[in-house]
């Protein structure tokens, strides 16, 4: 393996050499014409031209549900984007939530658990962060699930940027949005215009093919589409020591996941249509003969979206935007069972879901110095649907079906007082089918002591209704359900922009959780703890150099107990990022470095140790049409163990893999 | 070995990298120029390009110094507008750093004036600039809306429309 890393190190460092000598010939003045005039770049040119400065200005939208430039937003929004995802060589949505001040993430190889603000649950399916797609809300209806992993159905290279925004935001979104509001936003043909395809391979048998077909019309209308497969052969088990006499069937742990996804648009009209199908299957070692192949246990996961916008200006006071969407989520897993007399049956769980959205809202500039914003949000749960089907001891059917309405209003005012203050207040009523009424407010001030340098005040209230897991797991055994979660919110943040390649930021935070629902120990009932407090500090910095040399490092400090000082599960104190790039000699060639500490973190009676894990990556764009990318994932091959669930088993977190893609257009 | 090798790649990439290096406004000074000569002016076409920049005085400096480079001073001039009284003059608008209330402002000043208003918030664009000059944390990107140009009985060339990030 290592011998393999070195060859293929020597290959980028060979690569890099010819280059950077090439690029030093052809760099020492700058191009003249033939007048003596310096040569204006081709626009073509000037959209490739990399910013060695932090922009005065970049479009952030997650923040305040309307986009707006990052020096008007009211709360601090963290953003990656596509040459992010392309040169960290970023392979899911988890990956790139990863980077993000104070998140972690934890797998079991089948889910991807993201945790933030020392709240991890075991087992909460990121229910805790609400989703969105270019806008539109992709929690999955069931249990409120943020999928992650590959059965997120947007490939990651479809991605223009993620925008995260901490915090407490239910006062703008509703259900959900407890600990921050993650903003995927995609691609216009302008990146995938014509034939583009990208093919990568790793060590581990992982491998992933993509191609996009996009076209721009002349009337402006632009569509894409894409479809594209990632399969994982020979999965290695997560767990610690695995006997040989299981871990020879390793090979049967496999994987594969399709997507395939749509956008037209056209004016202020846009179709999204995305689907994906993820097929798992692994060996069923519990029903274990050692004499025997083992027969494999299957996990379907197939989901879909498919939503139609309209968002424009319809007078010169008036913005509008129209949503309707419909998704559908089914997750299947499949056991087999061999009886006495040698038949071969299967124990099915279905956990299935249909529903649809409604999202109106409208922005009103009528009055000097406001901002005002109106909205409408209304769920449509066609099916939630749980069935169970066991064989042993005999065979039998459970089934739990339920439909639901839940709708939200929303005021947001933004209010510019002056030059240097601003206010922004929100309010927003919910209601459900199946749960009590709620209203959460929000009020933000903005003070700008200078433009390059602002403080943020915010005091916030969020939410989470009991999902339909946590419902009819209650009401089956005649218990109440859970109440409401519910947090009291306040943040205070610095924001400076020290100097056109400097800024900085730091967040204090403390919230105050109460009934966060957990699902009892020793029983399958959900429960309403205890109080809970979070309180912590996150810090950071981006850095640049004009020979384009960039770090980006940030630090989160936090500390959760519940009230009477029990510490909060899976909750590190300390979490710790870098980014560092720079090009080698050529501005075409990258070489990246992406860094990760995370402090001990206790679950139950178990302490797991502090890491520190770092990945590896060098792109090359040898051609305007061609990129290629070489990453090393945990270079050091550090052992990072997880708790998931109250299980207590120790699930070993991605050892060091090495990962090579090609990117080639044509026709662009 | 392996951190040996990492080690002469941190090496090497503290050498220095060529390749032209504009600052932010250079960049937005060169795209200004570039848009102003693929879009086209309803007849009488203007004799000269009038550009006008409001609320930044670097990008100001930057397309002075641009029309200098490119000896284009007998044939496009600079203004920068700390007011909106000589805004009719513009053939170029540059709206910078402007919110959603300071774009409203300038646009209803030049009420249906044939000027190409350009604006590099997404405030701006969405208000009725013509084009978005948006930057994200690495590049800068553009987006046309062609409805409101064609109110103005502006058009744009083909070659704009395609590598337009969105168009309108």
Same mark, same amino acid.
């Given at each position: 393996?290592?011998?393999?890393? /070195?060859?293929?190190?020597?290959?980028?460092?060979?690569?890099?050499?010819?280059?950077t000598?090439?690029? /030093?010939?052809?760099?020492?003045?700058? $191009?003249?014409?033939d007048?003596?005039?310096?040569?204006?770049?081709?626009?073509?040119d000037?959209?490739?031209?990399?910013?060695?400065?932090?922009?005065?200005?970049?479009?952030?939208?997650?923040?305040?549900?309307?986009?707006?430039?990052?020096?008007?937003?009211?709360?601090?929004?963290?953003?990656?984007?596509?040459?992010?995802?392309?040169?960290?060589?970023?392979?899911?949505?988890a990956?790139?939530?990863?980077?993000?001040?104070?998140?972690?993430?934890?797998?079991?190889?089948?889910?991807?658990?993201?945790?933030?603000?020392?709240?991890?649950?075991?087992?909460d399916?990121?229910?805790?962060f609400?989703?969105?797609?270019?806008?539109?809300?992709?929690?999955?209806?069931?249990?409120?699930?943020?999928?992650?992993?590959?059965?997120?159905? +947007?490939?990651?290279?479809l991605?223009?940027?993620?925008?995260?925004?901490?915090?407490?935001?239910?006062?703008?979104?509703?259900?959900?949005?407890?600990?921050g509001?993650?903003?995927?936003?995609?691609?216009?043909?302008?990146k995938?215009?014509?034939i583009?395809?990208?093919?990568s391979?790793?060590?581990?048998?992982?491998?992933?093919?993509?191609?996009?077909?996009?076209?721009r019309?002349?009337?402006?209308?632009?569509? *894409?589409?894409?479809?594209?497969?990632?399969?994982?052969d020979?999965?290695?088990?997560p767990?610690?020591?695995?006997?040989?006499? /299981?871990?020879?069937?390793?090979?049967?742990?496999?994987?594969?996941?399709t997507?395939?996804?749509?956008?037209?648009?056209?004016?202020?009209?846009?179709?999204?249509?995305?689907?994906?199908?993820?097929?798992?299957?692994?060996?069923?070692?519990?029903?274990?003969?050692?004499n025997?192949?083992?027969?494999?246990?299957?996990?379907?996961?197939?989901?879909?979206?498919?939503? +139609?916008?309209?968002?424009?200006?319809?007078s010169?006071d008036?913005?509008?935007y129209?949503?309707?969407?419909?998704?559908?989520?089914d997750?299947?897993?499949?056991?087999?069972?061999?009886?006495?007399?040698?038949a071969?049956?299967?124990e099915?769980?279905?956990?299935?879901?249909?529903?649809?959205?409604?999202?109106?809202?409208?922005?009103?500039?009528?009055?000097?110095?406001?901002?005002?914003?109106?909205?409408?949000?209304?769920?449509?749960d066609?099916?939630?649907?749980?069935m169970?089907?066991?064989?042993? $001891?005999?065979?039998?059917?459970?089934?739990?079906?339920?439909?639901?309405s839940?709708?939200? +209003?929303?005021?947001?005012?933004?209010?510019?007082?002056?030059?240097?203050?601003q206010?922004?207040?929100?309010?927003?009523?919910?209601?459900?089918?199946?749960?009590?009424?709620? *209203?959460?407010?929000?009020?933000?001030?903005?003070?700008? *002591?200078?433009?390059?340098?602002?403080?943020?005040?915010?005091?916030?209230?969020?939410?989470? +209704?009991a999902?339909?897991?946590?419902?009819?797991?209650n009401?089956?055994?005649?218990?109440?359900?859970?109440?409401?979660?519910s947090?009291?919110?306040?943040?205070?943040?610095?924001?400076?922009n *020290?100097s056109?390649?400097?800024?900085?930021?730091?967040?204090?935070?403390?919230?105050?959780?109460?009934?966060?629902?957990?699902?009892?120990?020793?029983t399958?009932?959900y429960?309403?703890?205890?109080?809970?407090?979070?309180?912590?500090?996150?810090?950071?910095?981006?850095?640049?150099?004009?020979?384009?040399?960039? =770090?980006?490092?940030?630090?989160?400090?936090?500390?959760?107990?519940?009230?009477?000082?029990?510490?909060?599960?899976?909750?590190?104190?300390?979490?710790?990022?870098?980014?560092?790039?720079? $090009?080698?000699?050529?501005?075409?060639?990258?070489?990246?470095?992406?860094?990760?500490?995370?402090?001990?973190?206790?679950? =139950?009676?178990?302490?797991?140790?502090?890491?520190?894990?770092?990945?590896?990556?060098?792109?090359?764009?040898?051609?305007?049409?061609?990129s290629?990318?070489?990453?090393?994932?945990n270079?050091?091959?550090?052992?990072?163990?997880e708790?998931?669930?109250?299980? =207590?088993?120790?699930?070993?977190q991605?050892?060091?893999?090495?990962? /090579?893609?090609?990117?080639?257009?044509?026709?662009? | 070995?392996?951190?040996?090798?990492?080690?002469?790649?941190?090496?090497?990439?503290?050498?220095?990298? !060529?390749?032209?290096?504009?600052?932010?406004?250079?960049?937005?000074?060169a795209?200004?120029? %570039?848009?102003?000569?693929?879009?086209?002016?309803?007849?009488?076409?203007?004799?000269?390009?009038?550009?006008?920049?409001?609320?930044? !005085?670097?990008?100001?400096?930057?397309?002075?110094?641009?029309?200098?480079?490119?000896?284009l001073?007998?044939?496009?001039?600079?203004?920068?507008?700390?007011?909106?009284?000589q805004?009719k003059?513009?053939?170029?608008?540059f709206?910078s750093?402007?919110? %959603?209330?300071?774009?409203?402002?300038?646009?209803?000043?030049?009420?249906?004036?044939?000027?190409?208003?350009?604006?590099?918030?997404?405030?701006?664009?969405?208000?009725?600039?013509?084009?978005?000059?948006?930057?994200?944390?690495?590049?800068?990107?553009?987006?046309?809306?062609?409805t409101?140009?064609?109110?103005r009985?502006?058009?744009?060339?083909? !070659?704009?429309?395609?590598?337009?990030?969105?168009v309108?």
């Amino acid at each position: 393996m290592n011998k393999a890393l /070195l060859a293929l190190l020597l290959f980028w460092f060979s690569a890099a050499t010819a280059q950077t000598a090439g690029t /030093l010939a052809d760099n020492s003045n700058k $191009p003249e014409n033939d007048a003596g005039k310096e040569v204006l770049p081709e626009l073509e040119d000037l959209l490739n031209q990399q910013l060695h400065q932090l922009p005065a200005n970049t479009e952030i939208s997650a923040a305040s549900r309307v986009t707006r430039s990052s020096s008007d937003s009211m709360a601090v929004t963290h953003v990656i984007n596509d040459k992010d995802i392309k040169q960290f060589n970023l392979r899911s949505l988890a990956d790139i939530l990863a980077q993000f001040v104070g998140i972690t993430t934890r797998e079991d190889s089948a889910f991807t658990y993201i945790g933030a603000r020392g709240i991890g649950r075991p087992g909460d399916f990121n229910s805790r962060f609400l989703f969105m797609l270019d806008g539109t809300r992709i929690n999955e209806s069931l249990l409120d699930a943020g999928l992650v992993g590959h059965e997120f159905f +947007v490939d990651v290279e479809l991605i223009e940027r993620v925008e995260y925004t901490p915090g407490a935001s239910a006062a703008l979104y509703g259900n959900n949005a407890l600990l921050g509001v993650i903003n995927i936003v995609t691609k216009t043909s302008s990146k995938l215009r014509g034939i583009n395809t990208s093919v990568s391979v790793a060590n581990n048998k992982a491998k992933h093919a993509r191609i996009t077909g996009g076209i721009r019309a002349d009337s402006g209308s632009d569509s *894409w589409l894409s479809l594209s497969q990632t399969k994982l052969d020979n999965i290695q088990y997560p767990l610690i020591n695995i006997p040989p006499h /299981l871990a020879k069937w390793q090979h049967l742990n496999e994987e594969k996941s399709t997507r395939l996804m749509l956008n037209h648009q056209n004016g202020g009209f846009k179709i999204q249509a995305a689907g994906s199908k993820r097929e798992r299957q692994y060996p069923d070692l519990f029903a274990f003969d050692p004499n025997v192949r083992p027969l494999n246990a299957e996990v379907d996961n197939e989901s879909y979206l498919l939503s +139609v916008s309209f968002d424009d200006r319809i007078s010169d006071d008036i913005e509008l935007y129209l949503h309707a969407s419909t998704h559908g989520n089914d997750f299947t897993r499949r056991l087999p069972v061999v009886l006495e007399s040698g038949a071969l049956l299967y124990e099915q769980r279905l956990n299935s879901g249909r529903w649809s959205n409604l999202d109106s809202r409208l922005i009103f500039l009528g009055l000097a110095d406001h901002e005002l914003m109106f909205g409408f949000d209304y769920q449509r749960d066609h099916r939630k649907k749980f069935m169970a089907q066991y064989i042993i $001891p005999e065979p039998t059917e459970l089934n739990f079906l339920a439909d639901e309405s839940r709708y939200g +209003v929303y005021v947001q005012d933004l209010w510019r007082w002056s030059d240097k203050l601003q206010l922004q207040w929100a309010l927003r009523y919910d209601d459900s089918d199946s749960s009590t009424p709620r *209203w959460s407010p929000s009020y933000t001030l903005k003070y700008n *002591w200078t433009p390059q340098h602002k403080l943020l005040l915010r005091h916030s209230r969020a939410f989470r +209704v009991a999902n339909f897991l946590e419902h009819f797991t209650n009401t089956s055994f005649d218990l109440p359900i859970p109440e409401n979660e519910s947090t009291h919110y306040n943040e205070a943040s610095l924001v400076q922009n *020290w100097s056109p390649s400097l800024s900085t930021f730091i967040t204090a935070y403390q919230a105050k959780i109460e009934n966060l629902i957990s699902q009892a120990i020793l029983t399958p009932i959900y429960v309403n703890t205890i109080p809970l407090k979070s309180q912590g500090l996150e810090l950071g910095f981006d850095k640049r150099w004009a020979n384009g040399v960039s =770090l980006v490092a940030s630090a989160a400090f936090q500390h959760s107990e519940f009230s009477g000082g029990i510490k909060v599960a899976n909750s590190p104190e300390f979490i710790g990022q870098l980014r560092f790039s720079a $090009p080698i000699g050529s501005p075409d060639i990258l070489f990246s470095i992406n860094s990760h500490v995370v402090s001990e973190r206790r679950v =139950l009676f178990q302490t797991l140790p502090s890491f520190a894990s770092h990945d590896v990556s060098i792109s090359w764009q040898p051609f305007n049409n061609m990129s290629l990318a070489l990453g090393i994932r945990n270079i050091t091959d550090k052992k990072i163990t997880e708790i998931l669930d109250d299980s =207590l088993i120790p699930y070993v977190q991605q050892r060091r893999q090495a990962h /090579l893609s090609i990117n080639w257009s044509w026709g662009q | 070995m392996i951190k040996a090798c990492l080690f002469l790649l941190l090496l090497l990439s503290v050498l220095p990298s !060529h390749g032209q290096n504009l600052s932010e406004n250079e960049l937005k000074a060169a795209f200004l120029y %570039r848009f102003s000569q693929f879009s086209k002016w309803p007849p009488p076409p203007p004799h000269s390009l009038q550009f006008c920049v409001v609320g930044n !005085h670097e990008l100001f400096k930057a397309v002075s110094a641009l029309l200098y480079a490119q000896n284009l001073q007998q044939t496009s001039s600079v203004l920068e507008m700390p007011s909106s009284e000589q805004v009719k003059q513009c053939d170029v608008l540059f709206l910078s750093q402007q919110n %959603r209330q300071q774009t409203k402002y300038w646009l209803s000043q030049i009420e249906q004036s044939p000027i190409l208003v350009v604006a590099d918030t997404s405030e701006g664009f969405r208000q009725g600039a013509m084009i978005g000059l948006i930057a994200d944390a690495n590049n800068l990107s553009f987006r046309v809306n062609l409805t409101d140009a064609k109110r103005r009985g502006l058009t744009f060339s083909a !070659h704009l429309l395609k590598l337009a990030s969105e168009v309108r």
